[in-house]
C-alpha cells in the first residue's frame, strides 16, 4: 500500500501538540504521545511539514519512483509548474530545461498551457451557466477543504479538471498515450491529486526533490550556459497561463464577459473559510467567480517552495518573465470535465452538551471558570478539546492545565507524606515549599507560622534555622551534600542537599538524629558501612589481620542483628 503525501515518523515526534495547533482542520490524532495524520480528514495543505519543530512530519519520496520512470519507459516528459520562475532564482528558463533534461527527461513542457484551456473553458461553462456563486477548481487544498468540511459548496466548482490534468491531457494527445509524464512543483497535494489519477500523471515532486535531484547528479545550473538550441519548452512557450501562481493570476487571463461576472480572488485557507461562510446566501442576479488559493499570496508560497525571498518579489517575477497571449491551440477536443462529490469518508457527529460537559470533566474542567481556552493541548477552546477526545483524537495528558494539577498533587501528597523533613529552596536562598514535618522538626514557632501559611513560600531560610551556608554551598557550587551531621543547641540534624536544577533549585532532607527511627536507621546504615569498608581490607590483608577481623566482623553483625529483632518484637 502506498504512503499518503504526508506521514509522521514516529521516532522524530516530541508530542509537542504544535501539528495540532497549527492544523486548520485538526487532522492530527495523539496516541501514546505521538501524532499521527487522520488520513481521511488531511487536505494535505502540507503546512504541518513546515512547522513541526523535529521534522517528524515528512513528504512522501517521489525521487525514487520519478527515477525508476525514467529507466523503464523511452518517453517521459517534466511538467513545470509556473512558479519555477520565482522559486530558481537568476537561472534562465533554457538552463533549467537543459538541466532537467540531463537528467534522461525527453524533453519539458510548462503546466501553465494546461491552466490556459483550463481558463478558456471556464469562461465558457461560466457565460453558458445560470447566476449564481462558482469557484474555481485549480487549486487541490480548496477542493479537498470543500469535499470534506463545507459539502454544501461541492456545487458551486466549476466542473472542469485542474491545470496539471489538464496539461497531462495536452502532452498525451500530442506525443501519445503511452508518454509518462512527471510533475514538478511546490504543491504537496498534486501528489493526492496524482494518486487520484494515475492514468494521466505518473509521479509528482517538488521543487525541492528537483534541486536534491539536481544535486546528486552534479548537475550545476551556473555551469549550463544558457538558449542552447534544444533547451526550450514544447510544444512552445505558454502565455497568460504563467500567472497562475499568483492570487489573482487565473483572473488575469480571464476576457471581458458578455454577461455580469464579478471575479473576486482570495488566498490563504484561513480566508478561503471565511470566505465560504453563508456563500449560498448570495440570491442576486449577478454572478460570482472566487479563484481560491490555499497558500497566502498563491502557489509561489507552496509548502515545497524553494525560495524564501520575499512574496512581491516573487509576484514580481512572474508578472516580469510571463509571456502575454491567448493559448496558441485550444485542444477543443480534449474533455475537461469533471464532477466534484462530497467526501464519503468525513463523517460529522453532533455531541450533546452532556456528552461534552462529561469529557471535559475528565481533565478537571467543571465550570466555565475552569476553561482557561489557553491552546497548550493545540486546539482552540476546551470545548473543542472535548469534542477530539470524543472522537478519539486527543488524550486527557495532553491538557496541560489538568496535567500540571495533577503533578502538583502528587507532590504535595508525597510532600507530606514523608516523615523525614523535607526543603525546598530557590537561588535566592529563599523557601519554595516544605512539608509538614519539617516545619515540626524546626520548632513550635515555625510549626505555628506554617499553620498560617503551609509551605512558607518566599520565606529567607535564614530566618528559621541556622544551616543557609550547606544550601548556598550547593547552589553555587552544585556538588550535593550527603547525611552531613549538623549541630543546633541540643539537637543533631543529619541533612542531605540534593540538585533539581543545578544553582537554581534544590532539595534539603532533614532528619532529627534523637528521633529512634533515624538514629537506628542511621546507625544500621554505618554499620553496614564499617562492614563493607572493613572487609574489603580484610580482603586484601587477610593474612595480616588473622581473628581480629573475624571478632570485629562479627560484633558488628551482632549489632545489626539486635536491632533487627527489636523491629521484630514491636507489637503492630
Given amino acids: ?29 495523539m496516541e501514546n504521545n505521538q501524532a499521527s495524520i487522520i488520513e481521511d480528514r488531511c487536505i494535505y495543505c502540507g503546512h504541518c511539514t513546515q512547522v513541526c519543530p523535529t521534522g517528524a512530519k515528512k513528504i512522501r519520496d517521489g525521487l525514487t519512483r520519478a527515477k525508476l520512470t525514467l529507466t523503464q519507459n523511452p518517453k517521459v516528459i517534466l511538467s513545470l509548474a509556473p512558479s519555477y520562475v520565482s522559486e530558481f532564482e537568476g537561472v534562465h528558463s533554457s538552463v533549467l530545461i537543459a538541466a532537467i533534461k540531463r537528467l534522461g527527461f525527453t524533453s519539458v513542457s510548462e503546466t501553465a498551457l ?39 459548496h461541492v456545487r458551486f466548482i466549476t466542473p472542469i479538471i485542474s491545470p496539471m490534468l489538464a496539461h497531462a491531457k495536452i502532452l498525451k494527445q500530442l506525443y501519445g498515450e503511452d508518454v509518462k509524464i512527471v510533475f514538478a512543483g511546490p504543491c504537496i497535494c498534486k501528489k493526492l491529486e496524482a494518486d487520484y489519477f494515475n492514468n494521466l500523471v505518473d509521479v509528482v515532486i517538488t521543487f525541492k526533490d528537483l534541486k536534491k535531484w539536481f544535486e546528486q547528479s552534479d548537475i550545476n545550473l551556473k555551469n549550463i550556459a544558457p538558449n542552447q538550441p534544444e533547451a526550450r519548452f514544447v510544444p512552445y512557450r505558454s502565455g497568460m497561463g504563467a500567472y497562475y501562481p499568483i492570487e489573482g493570476g487565473m483572473l488575469k487571463g480571464m476576457q471581458e464577459d458578455k454577461k455580469q461576472i464579478h471575479h473576486m480572488a482570495f488566498s490563504e485557507l484561513s480566508t478561503v473559510k471565511d470566505v465560504l461562510k453563508e456563500l449560498d446566501s448570495h440570491r442576486e442576479n449577478d454572478s460570482i467567480f472566487l479563484e481560491l488559493l490555499a497558500c497566502k499570496g498563491g502557489c509561489i508560497n507552496g509548502p515545497a517552495k524553494l525560495s524564501h525571498i520575499s512574496p512581491a518579489l516573487k509576484r514580481y517575477e512572474i508578472i516580469h518573465q510571463s509571456e502575454l497571449g491567448n493559448p496558441k491551440d485550444d485542444f477543443k477536443n480534449i474533455d475537461l470535465q469533471i464532477l466534484f462529490c462530497k467526501d464519503p469518508h468525513v463523517q460529522d457527529h453532533t455531541y450533546t452538551e452532556e456528552e461534552i460537559k462529561q ?17 497548550g493541548c493545540g486546539y482552540d477552546s476546551c470545548r473543542d478539546f472535548a469534542i477530539a477526545m470524543l472522537e478519539g483524537r486527543a488524550e486527557e495528558n495532553m491538557c496541560v492545565s489538568y496535567m500540571r494539577k495533577i503533578a502538583h498533587d502528587k507532590a504535595t501528597v508525597l510532600l507530606q507524606k514523608i516523615p523525614a523533613g523535607v526543603l525546598l529552596v530557590n537561588s535566592e536562598l529563599k523557601v519554595v515549599d516544605m512539608n509538614q514535618s ?41 556538588k550535593e551534600i550527603i547525611e552531613r551531621q549538623v549541630r543546633e543547641e541540643d539537637r543533631t540534624w543529619i541533612i542531605s542537599i540534593y540538585n533539581i536544577q543545578p544553582h537554581r533549585l534544590v532539595f534539603g532532607l532533614l532528619q532529627d538524629l534523637r528521633e529512634p527511627y533515624v538514629r537506628k536507621e542511621w546507625m544500621l546504615e554505618k554499620t553496614q558501612e564499617v562492614i563493607k569498608k572493613h572487609m574489603e581490607t580484610v580482603q586484601q590483608v587477610a593474612c595480616l589481620l588473622g581473628e581480629n577481623a573475624a571478632f570485629t566482623d562479627a560484633t558488628l553483625r551482632t549489632v545489626m542483628e539486635a536491632y533487627k529483632k527489636n523491629d521484630q518484637k514491636k507489637p503492630l
Fill in 438 to 478: 519539617c516545619a515540626t522538626l524546626m520548632g513550635e514557632d515555625i510549626a505555628s507560622i506554617y499553620e498560617v501559611d503551609p509551605g512558607l513560600n518566599g520565606v529567607a531560610l535564614k530566618n528559621i534555622c541556622s544551616y543557609e551556608d550547606l544550601f548556598r554551598a550547593v547552589l553555587t557550587t552544585g
Fill in 1 to 29: 500500500m502506498q504512503l499518503r503525501p504526508i506521514y509522521t515518523e514516529p521516532d522524530n515526534c516530541q508530542d509537542c501538540y504544535k501539528c495540532i495547533r497549527e492544523c486548520p482542520v485538526k487532522a492530527i490524532r
Fill in 114 to 152: 494546461g491552466a490556459e484551456i483550463v481558463t478558456d473553458r471556464t469562461e465558457k461553462f461560466l457565460e453558458e451557466a445560470e447566476s449564481g456563486v462558482y469557484i474555481s477548481s485549480a487549486c487541490p487544498v480548496v477542493v479537498e477543504y470543500i469535499r470534506k468540511y463545507s459539502p454544501d
Fill in 359 to 375: 469529557a471535559m470533566a475528565v481533565v478537571g474542567k467543571t465550570g466555565p471558570e475552569d476553561e482557561l481556552n489557553c491552546s
